[in-house]
């Protein structure tokens, strides 16, 4: 069998963002993983998710949360992004994991399943959907805070080929 | 892969390879849909499994639940939790005697275009003849509106074996998986 789960790139910022791109994704993967660890330069904000550049109002989500004390679901309609946690941290790193499913096929709208969990605010998972019109392959992938991320932030892409 | 300007960056490309996850087999289904999906013949080399996939079902609805079957048992000796988020409430339900593991639900016929539903299935130690074999999944479907968009967690088990996994069988409670629907089943090391 042919070992998978390939790192295609990663990066540690060096001074604080409001955003990283991974550009220029082969196509030769079946799944996309980006994998964060990090800190907002303000507490409580979004880490979000676009594709491709786009910034219609192209994407939507479904959110499941748990803050401390109750559970919640939340969604968003017709949004310019996918947020993929609503609730980060300025002193905890928010480990955040995004499944980018079948992300080069021309055929189906774009699925993400994510956990975006925050140790002093909340856990949340998240599907979200990126109606790109022309339905067209992942090639390049952007991570936003509605705040910088910090700089150490780590950010890591994966590709997993199935057979 | 480029850095982007203003950012410092350090990137890895190249042959980096994670030597732990392997592909086993995959399933597409075709223009003729697939009225359930199985991996079978599964080895036993492995420590754990993980089943990726996107999917999308026929029948007159917005959508349908997706079971799991294992080692072709049919019978009633399925047991699970589930927590859902339908974009207004969570809610936290059970269930006993089924006839299959509930992993999620997807879209259907009546589901715009295009809109699929995705999972992350893991079975864990499923070569181990000493315990029930126990499963986790997250599955989710958004349909950018209120109709059938929901996030999942399940957990569940096959209460009358403890035989190793040796098949997986993925059944739609509609009428069929459709074209472009795709199962890929890895093995963890």
Redesign the interface.
């Known amino acids: 069998?042919?070992?998978?789960?390939?790192?295609?790139?990663?990066?540690?910022?060096?001074?604080a963002?409001a955003?990283?791109?991974?550009?220029?994704?082969p196509s030769t993967y079946?799944?996309l993983v980006v994998i964060v660890s990090a800190t907002t330069v303000s507490d409580a904000q979004d880490m979000s998710i676009q594709f491709n550049g786009d910034t219609g109002t192209n994407y939507?989500?479904?959110?499941?949360?748990g803050n401390g004390s109750t559970?919640?679901?939340?969604?968003t309609?017709?949004q310019t992004k996918i947020y993929v946690i609503n609730d980060t941290s300025n002193t905890s790193p928010s480990p955040v994991r995004i499944?980018i499913?079948?992300y080069s096929?021309a055929?189906?709208?774009k699925?993400?399943?994510a956990?975006g969990d925050d140790a002093t605010h909340r856990t949340q998972?998240?599907?979200?959907?990126w109606?790109n019109t022309a339905?067209a392959a992942i090639t390049s992938v952007t991570i936003l805070g509605t705040t910088n991320l910090n700089t150490g932030a780590t950010l890591t892409?994966y590709g997993?080929?199935?057979? | 892969m480029s850095p982007i300007p203003g950012i410092v960056a350090s990137q890895i490309t190249g042959h980096l390879v994670t030597n732990s996850f392997e592909s086993i087999q995959t399933v597409t289904v075709g223009a003729g849909g697939q009225s359930s999906i199985s991996f079978t013949s599964i080895p036993s080399t492995y420590k754990h499994l993980q089943v990726r996939w996107l999917g999308r079902q026929s029948g007159a609805n917005t959508g349908y639940a997706v079971n799991l079957r294992i080692n072709g048992t049919s019978s009633a000796n399925y047991t699970y939790h589930r927590i859902r988020g339908n974009g207004s409430a969570a809610s936290a339900s059970a269930a006993t005697s089924q006839t299959g593991i509930e992993v999620g639900a997807t879209s259907a016929a009546n589901s715009t275009a295009g809109m699929f539903g995705a999972g992350i299935i893991d079975i864990l130690d499923y070569t181990d003849t000493n315990k029930y074999k126990t499963i986790r999944s997250l599955q989710g479907t958004d349909q950018n509106s209120s109709t059938d968009s929901n996030i999942f967690f399940h957990s569940g088990f096959l209460t009358s074996s403890t035989s190793a996994v040796s098949q997986i069988d993925l059944i739609p409670d509609g009428t069929s998986f459709v074209q472009f629907s795709s199962f890929a089943l890895y093995g963890v090391k």
């Open positions: 069998m042919a070992s998978t789960y390939t790192p295609i790139a990663t990066t540690t910022l060096g001074s963002a955003s990283y791109t991974f550009s220029s994704i079946t799944d939507s989500n479904t959110s499941l949360v559970a919640t679901s939340t969604r309609t017709g499944n499913m079948n096929n055929t189906t709208y699925t993400v399943i956990r998972a998240t599907v979200g959907l109606r339905t892409l997993i080929l199935a057979a």
